[in-house]
């Protein structure tokens, strides 16, 4: 074995160990002793627990504000007239409704209560409720969707995050192996998958996936005929990418927008047709005349504005512009605060505008940037094969090794300008025989760090694994290992790494 993969290998089985520890515990913060204690209380994973609140709020409670869709808390406990998981969640605890919506620790118990309770019904046992990967179903279940693909949208979501990792608020959940068991989700259509032979509708923008939004909660028309468009509204969903399509797709909600935006990596889900009238603006007028873009998170928290939503939203908002001839200009581009009457703040004080305006007008691409296919700046051994079979494939081929107890890495490498923190995506086809937890080694200034990424969903598109503080030089800068317990094929075929 040689020095590098000796070190690869020391780092692996480091990790491998810590994955199976709850989160740090290098000091006792008040949000890691509540996780701690309801995950005590209820017999439910830890880590898996945080997952879920991190996934619908970025473990902000909003100081007991309800979302748009009426969640509460960290763990967006929900009171809405189809959805009443925060009434379960008093039921359970013993807990009056006021102490759930408020108090974090209370609201943490009460989600703990509610996904045992959900477990309890699927039928796990002791023994089962130990495995992080047996939870999934109910995970789909805790997020209250309205369609068994966007159940699996949220719980993929979910089960990500435990395999890239987090930190906020003084909690720390380390990647892990895991490999999700999605039982009867396994069939459901992969929101996150580019389908280029997909026989579903599609979008008026060739980047985004369609998911139609309830047609009790628009207007069918025939714009621009029927109204001339030379809007675009910003909005910010106070809610999760998954649990606003949901809501969406709920008739009671009344509301919708054309486009909704994720946090992590920009990706965009389409639910009305630029021709209809979204109800998004809150003034009939102005939803005649504008497309709605509403961006995942909430106004408070700045966490969720990342680049990568930044510029997905721009590349739309400028192609909204071209088609429809829209100037690109702070009057013709607005945030939904700025509609006449508005009673919304959103996108509010953290949104950055400078940065997104120069995004839609072209002055923001500055940024260095460099993809790496599995040619050229790319090394594998001979165990790796080459396969072309997949249609979500970056470029020509992929290449594909099974797992084993040995890292033999594949290295893809890059020439970086300098010292700072970058943007790592990874690109790969996915397929239901491909690995369960594909180990990404990142070769990070204080040394590799691994996350672990679910290749059987989401492939044909660039997915976020995070940000990274990269040394400069010419190197080896990812790599995609063997050594996994994860079960399928492990596939390297691209990478993508950016400046911020």
């Known amino acids: 074995m040689t020095r590098l993969a000796a070190l690869v290998a020391s780092a692996l089985s480091a990790l491998l160990i810590l994955a ?43 100081d007991g504000q309800p979302s748009a869709s ?31 919506r408020a108090d974090t620790e209370a609201n943490i118990l009460g989600g703990a209560a509610v996904l045992r309770s959900i477990a309890d019904e699927l039928g796990l046992d002791e023994a089962a409720r130990k495995e992080e990967g047996r939870w999934y179903e109910a995970v789909a279940r805790y997020g209250n969707a309205s369609t068994p693909e966007l159940a699996r949208l949220y719980a993929d979501a979910v089960y990500e995050l435990l395999g890239l990792g ?18 009867p989700y396994a069939g459901a259509r992969d929101l996150n998958a580019k389908e280029p032979n997909a026989i579903a509708a599609a979008p008026d923008y060739p980047s985004a996936s369609w998911v139609p939004a ?15 468009i030379d809007r675009v509204v910003i909005h910010v969903t106070q809610g999760s990418y998954a649990g606003s399509i949901s809501w969406f797709q709920n008739p009671s909600a009344q509301v919708s927008a054309h486009y909704v935006i994720r946090s992590s990596d920009g990706a965009i889900t ?12 809150g003034n009939w007028s102005y939803n005649t005349r504008s497309v709605g873009i509403e961006h995942e998170g909430f106004v408070s928290d700045a966490s969720w504005f990342t680049d990568a939503m930044y510029r997905a939203s721009a590349a739309l908002t400028r192609n909204i512009c071209d088609r429809y001839g829209i100037p690109k200009d702070r009057a013709h581009i607005i945030g939904h605060n700025q509609v006449p009457g508005a009673t919304h703040t959103d996108p509010g004080p953290h949104w950055n505008w400078n940065t997104y ?31 072309s079979y997949s249609a979500q494939r970056h470029g020509a081929d992929y290449r594909f090794a099974g797992p084993v107890a040995a890292s033999d890495p594949a290295w893809f490498r890059a020439n970086l300008p300098s010292t700072g923190s970058y ?46 503080t990269l040394n400069a030089g010419d190197r080896d800068v990812v790599g995609v290992s063997r050594w996994t317990t994860g079960t399928g094929y492990v596939i390297a075929d691209a990478v993508r790494i950016t400046r911020l």
Request: hydrophobic share 35%.
């Open 270 to 281: 389409q639910m009305v047709r630029e021709k209809d009238v979204a109800w998004h603006a």
């Open 166 to 183: 987090f930190k906020a608020k003084g909690l720390r959940v380390a990647p892990r192996e895991v490999t999700a068991e999605r039982g």
């Open 214 to 228: 309830s047609s009790s909660n628009y207007t069918v028309s025939s714009r621009p005929s029927s109204y001339a």
């Open 20 to 62: 199976g520890q709850p989160a740090a515990a290098d000091r006792t913060t008040p949000l890691r002793a509540a996780f701690a204690k309801a995950a005590a209380a209820h017999d439910v994973p830890r880590d898996l627990l945080a997952a879920i609140a991190y996934a619908e709020t970025h473990l902000d409670g909003h």
């Open 357 to 387: 305006m120069s995004y839609v007008t072209g002055g923001g691409g500055g940024s260095w940037s460099t993809t790496v296919d599995n040619s050229g700046a790319f090394t594998a051994s001979g165990n790796w094969g080459t396969s």
């Open 70 to 100: 009426g969640g509460y808390g960290v763990m967006h406990l929900v009171s809405n007239p189809t959805t009443h998981t925060l009434e379960k969640a008093a039921e359970l605890t013993g807990l009056p409704v006021e102490k759930l």
């Open 423 to 468: 943007r790592v995506e990874v690109w790969y086809p996915s397929d239901p025989g491909y690995n369960s937890a594909a180990p990404y080694i990142v070769a990070a200034a204080g040394g590799n760090q691994t996350v672990y990424v679910d290749q059987r969903s989401g492939g044909g598109g660039w997915r976020n694994i995070g940000t990274f």
